[in-house]
C-alpha cells in the first residue's frame, strides 16, 4: 500500500512546519489576525479615516483596543499615521503600500465569510 503524500506551497516556505513558533510571520498572523485586527485594516480599504471616523466604522472596539491595533499595525508598516499641524489635534489613518495589499488579499476570505456565516452559525449568531 502506498501513501500518497500532497505538498503545499507552504512546505517549501516553511519545510519544519507552518509558522513554526520562532517564525516572525507567527507574529505578524497574530497581529493580523486578532480580534479586531481584521476589521480595522478592511475599514481603512481605499480611505483615509480620523480616529474617531475609524472607530465609527469598527463598531464595539474600545479606545484602548483601537489605539493598541493602530500602533501595531503602524509598527508592522501596514497603516500610516499622519498628524496635521492644526489644533484640535488632527490624526489621519490610511494603508499602506503592504497594507493595501494585504487587504486586496484579505477581501475573497471576508466574502466567502459574508456567504457562509449564516448556514454555518445560525441566524441568530449576531444577535448576542
Known amino acids: 500500500m502506498s501513501v500518497s503524500v500532497q505538498v503545499s506551497p507552504l512546505d517549501k516556505i516553511f519545510p519544519s512546519g507552518i509558522f513554526p513558533s520562532a517564525c516572525p510571520s507567527r507574529v505578524l498572523l497574530d497581529h493580523?489576525?486578532?480580534?479586531?485586527g481584521v476589521l480595522v485594516l478592511v475599514s481603512l480599504t481605499g480611505r483615509t479615516l480620523r480616529w474617531g471616523e475609524l472607530r465609527r466604522r469598527v463598531?464595539?472596539?474600545?479606545e484602548k483596543m483601537l489605539a493598541?491595533?493602530?500602533?501595531?499595525?503602524?509598527?508592522d508598516g501596514l497603516v500610516?499615521?499622519?498628524?496635521?499641524?492644526v489644533i484640535p489635534p488632527h490624526v489621519e489613518y490610511s494603508l499602506?503600500?503592504?497594507g493595501d495589499e494585504l487587504v486586496t488579499l484579505l477581501h475573497p476570505l471576508l466574502g466567502w465569510v459574508a456567504v457562509n456565516a449564516?448556514?454555518?452559525l445560525g441566524p441568530e449568531a449576531g444577535s448576542d
Not at 32 to 36: F, M, P, Q
Not at 80 to 85: C, E, F, H, T
Open 32 to 36: 493580523i489576525t486578532s480580534k479586531w
Open 96 to 98: 499602506t503600500p503592504q
Open 80 to 85: 500610516s499615521r499622519v498628524a496635521l499641524p
Open 68 to 75: 493598541q491595533t493602530l500602533k501595531t499595525f503602524e509598527r
Open 59 to 62: 463598531e464595539g472596539i474600545s
Open 118 to 120: 449564516e448556514a454555518i
